[in-house]
DNA sequence: GAGTCTGACTGAAGCGCTTCAGAACCTCCA
DNA sequence: TGGAGGTTCTGAAGCGCTTCAGTCAGACTC
């Protein structure tokens, strides 16, 4: 609390023996002042501690923080066990980062969500929310802050840029891929805010909801199952109870790899062969939907990409540009072994 | 770029004919001014669009951010492929949010650590370390600014808080576990920054050094794969190199589950079985651990108490408080089905 | 009715920095 | 030689907020 003061642009002002806006233009703007000067100041400062402009004075008055905020549904625990989240979050930072920005992370709660009064306090520019439920109330708190805002995989707000993919095309493409392979006995294992069969509710997430819609359109009323979240453990079990269900399914439609992941062991479990007694097919395909056993069909989508695009689109908020157009990126379906014909 | 000019505390204090500091107390102290009073200032606050306090001028006025830093040795989909690291940082995030601070993240580059620039820029008035290299030039940069630091599982620095867990008797206990199980030819997976067997150097990381060390206190020389990174597939090549070794290892010991998995793939991959043909141990003890096939013997290593001491530590510095004496936690030996005595 | 309290509000001094309109000096060319 | 044009540096006005020492009424005490 009370180690010595730092040194601030005066002490180094005063210990050169020049003007604070000439140390100033020394670490902001080099062509303002000759070259010796500007190293003397350097060597000066750096003698006697001074690590550069504190970052948010810096801030406050050129007004902006060179952050954005990243507002997540779950807390970190549970939406990093999809890989999913982690590579749009990476593409995201590693966009961000390249432009001098930091990521400020803040990460849902129980309801969805980060918390309104932490997203009151947050020093950002602009934010990017991913996987938030709908109606979250952050998303009210960082419109009432009037920051620009991005979101991922939600729907459109006024006034919001927007990335996005085709989640009910690609969940089309799933199942028809199967109803193609003669298959006609469905379970679909889902993920959302709580645990259970789905009954008059479709979901607290857009994505979801869209992928419903995307299988229904092609296999009809098929039992759903909702996980509470997106885990191999939790697709496990919910895989179990679709499982068990008479007639038993031949086909699981998986809304995410991991819940697809859950399903394989599911199946196994119940001493079944995938494909050749149930067939399974994902939603993402990350990177380990190759290395699965069996190698998981599943729909592709640029999940990197998508942090990428967020960022950019961040980034241009930021400078004032609009919001413009959702962008929309391609899925397609990746065949591998864990889909097969009905015999 | 020109939005109309936002609301201030003095937008508002006018429109309400009082002080600004009124307006100030209305939003920090509750307890300076009437009920009433301040009720009538929020109100009006609210209709003409003031949505509190500006984070930032409010941080340079208090002179602290309310956020943590945290520095990482990876990008962050490398990080988050392994579960160890989003456990921890929810930890983190967890203790941190509940007090109402934020959390920075600084991912790292190619070279491990974020970029100086970056750390030297961010808003955090603390920083928290997780599995940097050792000489990571960000280490540098927040000594520089004075800013107080929490290490994870990193050589102790002067001035530093530290958590850590005791990485070689955890190794240790590992590795007696499969001698005492009659086991003589061992392979050892790790990771580092590179791929390959490992020669002279002894890898960047602190944390497996440790490990090995307790490795080798137990099992003597033996062969070691360096993995470029903690997740499966880089486990699963890893142990492939390992099990293609004359005579072949009748028992794996991999410092990371993550790794563990990788190598319960390649030995099945080999058309053995584990544990009888292979013996597998892995260290960390993920939620997944459990559920492997099969379940994988590990070490555990309070990997979300870890996460919450470090910000409780870094909230404690915040204060004013002193670093203390590293804090340790306990690690155990947990006996799952991917050991078996050597027939 | 003088004196003391207390509660409610305000004035003004910063927090550490950026930025912009000059000032001061020098060079160069007509 | 006079002024146009450069370069280098400075003064001062903010950025939006917190905070502390007061001021000012009104209530209370004796």
């Given at each position: 609390?009370?180690r010595?003061?730092?040194?601030?642009?005066?002490?180094?002002?005063?210990a050169?023996?020049?003007?604070?806006?000439?140390?100033?233009?020394?670490?902001?703007?080099p062509?303002?002042?000759?070259?010796?000067?500007?190293?003397?100041?350097?060597?000066?400062?750096?003698?006697?501690?001074?690590?550069?402009?504190?970052?948010?004075?810096?801030?406050?008055?050129?007004?902006?923080?060179?952050?954005?905020?990243?507002?997540?549904?779950?807390?970190?625990s549970?939406?990093?066990?999809?890989?999913?989240?982690?590579?749009?979050?990476?593409?995201l930072?590693?966009?961000?980062?390249?432009?001098?920005?930091?990521?400020?992370?803040?990460?849902?709660?129980?309801?969805?969500?980060p918390r309104?009064?932490?997203?009151?306090?947050?020093?950002?520019?602009v934010v990017?929310?991913?996987?938030?439920?709908?109606?979250?109330?952050?998303?009210?708190?960082?419109?009432?802050?009037?920051l620009?805002?991005?979101?991922?995989?939600?729907?459109?707000?006024?006034?919001?840029?927007?990335?996005?993919?085709?989640?009910v095309g690609?969940?089309?493409?799933?199942?028809?891929?199967?109803?193609?392979?003669?298959?006609?006995?469905?379970?679909?294992?889902?993920?959302g805010?709580?645990a259970?069969?789905?009954?008059?509710?479709?979901?607290?997430?857009?994505?979801?909801?869209?992928?419903?819609?995307?299988?229904?359109?092609?296999?009809?009323?098929?039992?759903?199952?909702?996980c509470?979240?997106?885990n191999?453990?939790?697709?496990?079990?919910?895989?179990?109870?679709?499982?068990?269900?008479?007639?038993?399914p031949?086909?699981?439609l998986?809304?995410?790899?991991?819940?697809?992941?859950?399903?394989?062991?599911a199946?196994?479990?119940?001493?079944?062969?995938?494909?050749?007694?149930?067939?399974?097919?994902?939603?993402?395909?990350?990177?380990?939907?190759?290395?699965a056993?069996?190698?998981?069909?599943?729909?592709?989508?640029?999940?990197?990409?998508?942090?990428?695009?967020?960022?950019a689109l961040?980034?241009r908020?930021?400078v004032?540009?609009r919001?413009?157009?959702?962008?929309?990126?391609?899925?397609?379906?990746?065949?591998r072994?864990?889909?097969?014909?009905?015999?």
């Open positions: 609390m009370d010595p003061r730092k040194p601030t642009l005066d002490t180094v002002a005063s050169v023996g020049v003007s604070r806006a000439t140390v100033s233009n020394a670490y902001n703007r062509d303002q002042l000759s070259a010796s000067l500007r190293e003397r100041i350097l060597e000066i400062a750096a003698s006697i501690g001074y690590a550069g402009p504190d970052p948010i004075a810096r801030s406050l008055a050129t007004r902006h923080s060179a952050a954005v905020g990243f507002m997540l549904g779950q807390p970190l549970a939406a990093f066990s999809d890989p999913a989240v982690s590579i749009v979050l990476d593409g930072a590693s966009t961000v980062d390249g432009h001098d920005h930091c990521l400020v992370l803040m990460p849902g709660g129980v309801d969805g969500g309104p009064s932490t997203v009151a306090r947050a020093q950002a520019d990017v929310a991913y996987s938030l439920p709908d109606d979250a109330p952050a998303l009210t708190v960082v419109r009432a802050r009037g620009p805002l991005v979101v991922i995989d939600q729907p459109v707000l006024p006034d919001t840029a927007r990335v996005e993919v085709d989640d690609g969940a089309r493409m799933a199942a028809a891929h199967l109803w193609e392979l003669g298959h006609r006995r469905f379970g679909i294992l889902t993920f805010l709580r259970g069969f789905l009954g008059g509710r479709d979901g607290a997430y857009r994505v979801i909801r869209d992928r419903l819609v995307g299988y229904r359109d092609v296999v009809g009323a098929a039992p759903v199952w909702e509470a979240g997106s191999r453990a939790m697709g496990r079990s919910g895989a179990r109870e679709l499982l068990s269900l008479t007639p038993r031949t086909a699981l998986c809304a995410s790899d991991e819940l697809a992941f859950g399903a394989l062991q199946v196994r479990d119940l001493g079944l062969r995938i494909p050749s007694d149930v067939s399974v097919v994902g939603f993402d395909d990350v990177p380990e939907a190759e290395h056993e069996p190698p998981l069909t599943t729909v592709r989508q640029p999940l990197s990409e998508k942090g990428r695009r967020a960022g961040a980034l908020l930021l004032g540009g919001p413009g157009e959702p962008t929309r990126l391609p899925v397609s379906l990746v065949e072994d864990s889909t097969a014909r009905l015999t």
